[in-house]
């Protein structure tokens, strides 16, 4: 499995909508509304590394509401 941690950053007032959208995303493990810089930290979870760009890329950010995403992959122990 790899995994990333993807945060996120809202329009102002979209945060729960958007974290909605994310759950019912497939890969999507966990999902915290936090504060600070970001508004939303997501877990993802994909079998293997050529599955990942397609859930950021083609799932992840094109939510509306969302402004920017910084996605950390982790490495293989």
Do not use: C, F, W
């Not at 329009?11 to 600070?36: C, F, K, N, S, Y």
């Not at 990942?52 to 509401?65: A, D, H, W, Y």
């Amino acid at each position: 499995m790899v995994k990333a941690y993807v945060l996120v950053v809202t329009d102002p007032g979209t945060t729960q909508g958007v974290i909605d959208i994310l759950r019912a995303i497939p890969g999507v493990v966990e999902t915290h509304e936090v504060m600070g810089p970001y508004d939303v930290v997501v877990e993802v979870e994909v079998e293997n590394l050529t599955d990942m760009p397609p859930v950021l890329g083609e799932k992840i950010r094109k939510i509306p509401g969302i402004q920017s995403t910084t996605s950390l992959i982790t490495l293989p122990r």
